[in-house]
């Protein structure tokens, strides 16, 4: 879609932060960025990350922003946060996303599609209403946002992302390294997003630094070599629910995507 000196916020962050580095973690270089992302915890920031969501998806999608314009009820759910990317000059939202994970209820991609045996029994977890500004600080905004959302994964053991995007977006997602959750099926109108057709896909966690690592990828030192302490997901997710193995079947995440190196559009 947005650099100096500086110590975690918190102990959780340092967490989360920790295995997406491995040994390397503490070798990470340290990088403050222009703005904070953190969890929308009152009511003035939720309108806040509602404010810049509905102007993000008017862009694109005017009709179904209209029915953006105000909190939804998914944003008070106990088993959801909402992250909120901030300036440091004035305070100005300057993105946001909504995070869920499915240790309560399914995903809300679910009340479309079933999900394949593949994907079933895992940890999983879904981030819906990504939205930034759009000025010139858009790009770095939404990569912040997404790491933020790895690191949430991280933090929590989630086997697997799951995504869904208009085609555009979508792009973006197999850039990233998701993988298509229907291989051919084409896009899917999904009813939490005012039925327009997306395309869903998956990331799973457990390769993530090896797959990015062997592609080269672009993002790699931003993702899992620097630290940034303005990046702080808060605390752990609770309870924990049993573990369950990827069944057989289950695609090779990184053998198609680790052979060559993307670039960001």
């Known amino acids: 879609m947005e650099l100096c000196q500086a110590n975690l916020t918190t102990q959780a962050n340092a967490d989360a932060i920790r295995p997406f580095g491995g ?12 703005f904070t992302i953190r969890r929308v915890e009152t009511e003035d920031e939720l309108l806040k990350a509602v404010r810049i969501r509905h102007a993000a998806y008017a862009r694109h999608v005017p009709d179904f922003a209209r029915a953006l314009a105000l909190p939804e009820a998914a944003d008070y759910e106990s088993d959801t946060i ?3 990317a901030e300036s440091k000059l004035d305070g100005t939202p300057l993105g946001s996303t909504r995070i869920r994970t499915n240790l309560f209820r399914p995903l809300d991609v679910e ?8 994907l079933q029994g895992c940890r999983l977890v879904e981030a819906t209403r990504l939205g930034v500004d759009d000025g010139r600080a858009g790009r770095l905004v939404k990569m912040a946002l997404i790491k933020a ?35 051919g099926q084409g896009l899917i109108p999904l009813r939490h997003a005012g039925n327009i057709e997306h395309r869903v896909m998956a990331f ?5 630094e090896a797959r990015w690592a062997a ?12 630290r940034h302490p303005d990046i702080d997901v808060g605390p752990r997710a ?9 069944p057989q079947g289950a695609p090779a995440a990184g053998a198609a995507h680790a052979a060559r190196q993307l670039a960001f559009a």
């Open 204 to 208: 799973e966690l457990a390769s993530f």
């Open 215 to 226: 592609a080269r990828h672009p993002m790699f030192n931003f993702f899992l070599g620097t």
């Open 149 to 183: 959302c790895f690191m949430y994964c991280q933090q929590n053991d989630i086997e697997w992302s799951v995504a869904s995007g208009r085609a555009t977006v979508a792009r973006q997602y197999e850039q990233l390294m998701f993988v298509d959750v229907f291989p």
């Open 82 to 84: 909402v992250l909120l």
């Open 23 to 34: 040994q390397q973690a503490v070798h990470q270089a340290v990088e403050r960025l222009p």
């Open 238 to 246: 609770a309870p924990r629910i049993a573990r369950v193995r990827v």
């Open 111 to 118: 009340q479309s599609v079933e999900l394949p045996e593949w």
